[in-house]
Every structure is written in C-alpha cells, then in structure tokens.
C-alpha cells in the first residue's frame, strides 16, 4: 500500500516550486553579476547590491513570464525601471555627475590614452541620460539592437533611431572638446568601454 498524494495535487506543486527555485538560482547564477555592473554603474555599491535582490525578487513573482532566451534583457528591463525609479526618489543623477565629473579631471595618472578617456567620459556626461543609456547598452554592455530595445521597452526600429541620435549628439559632444584631428569617436567609445585603450 503506498502513500497517496493529498487532494489538490501537492505533489506536482512542490515540484513545480523546486523547478521554479531552480530557474530562479540558474538565473542568478549566469546574470546576477552582469545586472550588479548594471545597477553599480548607476548607483553605487550598497544601492546596487539592494536593486539587484529587487530585480531577482520581481523575476520570482514573474517567473512563469519570462520566456527561455529573453532572460537577460528581460532582466535588464527590469533593472532599468527600478533604477528610473530609484532616481525619482533621490536626487542619484546630480551624485552621478559629480562622480563623473571628478574623475574627468583626475590628474594623478596621466597618459595619452588617459587624455582619450577623459575627453569620452566627459562627452557622455554632457549628453542626456536617455541618450548615455543607449550608448552604453549597445557598446558597454554589449547588447544587440533587438536585446537593447526590449531592455528600454520599445520597438527595434525606434531603438535604431534613439541610438542614431545619441551617436550624433555624442560625435558632436566628442568633437567640440577635441581640436586636433581624430578618428571616429564612436570607435574611442567602443574602444573605452571595452577597455582595450
């Protein structure tokens, strides 16, 4: 005689549960760090430790809708509201700029590829956050069109247009503190980003 399941199927559910833990933690797991770098680059340190449990908490009670494959923009979506909403609250933009800022003239370690830095970070501190978000999506984070435009919430095509008009306004940013000739400063982005200068 073996034991028998209670009415109302308790079984399949605490399998169900144990599934969804799982996920949950393989989630965690392969892009908990790339949604922390996300969160810090934007908040800081012990506000981007709280957003990233936020983003896991809000993947738990949504889990069933994430679909397979879309995991990481989904994730980073969700980051990105919690973090528009985070900057509601508090004042993290002007904090933001101040950081920036201070770094740009940080003459300690000086070298020409410091100078290159210097005159990128300073370029995409001028533009505004809407557009430093598209850049950085695209050549930071390494995100293709598609992955970016669901990161924003909005159509591939209007993903393309947004970063066609940051990529101007950061050229013409980029340009006006540059005066002998350069290469393209959309190739001194992507070479920053990545760190390779």
């Given at each position: 005689?073996?034991v028998?399941?209670?009415?109302?199927?308790?079984?399949?559910?605490?399998r169900?549960?144990?599934?969804?833990?799982?996920?949950?933690?393989?989630?965690?797991?392969?892009h908990?760090?790339a949604?922390?770098?996300y969160?810090?680059?934007?908040?800081?340190?012990?506000?981007?430790?709280?957003l990233?449990?936020e983003?896991?908490?809000?993947?738990?009670?949504?889990?069933?809708?994430?679909?397979?494959?879309?995991?990481?923009?989904?994730?980073?979506?969700?980051?990105r509201?919690?973090?528009l909403?985070?900057?509601?609250?508090?004042?993290?933009?002007?904090a933001?700029?101040?950081?920036?800022?201070?770094?740009?003239?940080?003459?300690?370690?000086?070298?020409p590829?410091?100078?290159?830095?210097?005159?990128?970070?300073?370029?995409?501190?001028?533009?505004?956050?809407?557009?430093?978000?598209?850049?950085?999506?695209?050549?930071?984070?390494?995100?293709?069109g598609?992955?970016?435009?669901?990161?924003?919430g909005?159509?591939?095509?209007?993903?393309?247009?947004?970063?066609?008009?940051?990529?101007?306004r950061?050229?013409?940013?980029?340009?006006?503190?540059?005066?002998?000739?350069?290469?393209?400063?959309?190739?001194?982005?992507a070479?920053?980003?990545?760190?390779l200068?």
């Amino acid at each position: 005689m073996g034991v028998r399941p209670p009415p109302g199927g308790s079984v399949p559910d605490a399998r169900r549960a144990t599934a969804d833990r799982q996920r949950l933690t393989d989630l965690f797991r392969r892009h908990g760090d790339a949604v922390f770098a996300y969160a810090n680059d934007r908040l800081g340190g012990d506000d981007a430790q709280d957003l990233v449990s936020e983003v896991f908490a809000v993947a738990w009670r949504r889990l069933a809708t994430i679909k397979e494959g879309q995991e990481r923009p989904w994730l980073f979506g969700v980051a990105r509201r919690l973090v528009l909403q985070h900057w509601r609250g508090r004042a993290v933009h002007a904090a933001l700029q101040a950081r920036l800022h201070s770094q740009a003239h940080d003459e300690t370690e000086y070298r020409p590829s410091t100078s290159q830095r210097v005159d990128v970070m300073a370029a995409l501190a001028e533009l505004p956050e809407i557009d430093r978000e598209v850049l950085l999506l695209r050549y930071w984070y390494d995100f293709n069109g598609r992955e970016s435009a669901k990161v924003l919430g909005c159509t591939t095509a209007a993903f393309a247009v947004r970063l066609h008009r940051a990529r101007r306004r950061f050229e013409d940013a980029y340009g006006h503190r540059r005066v002998e000739p350069k290469p393209s400063p959309i190739g001194d982005l992507a070479a920053y980003t990545r760190g390779l200068e």
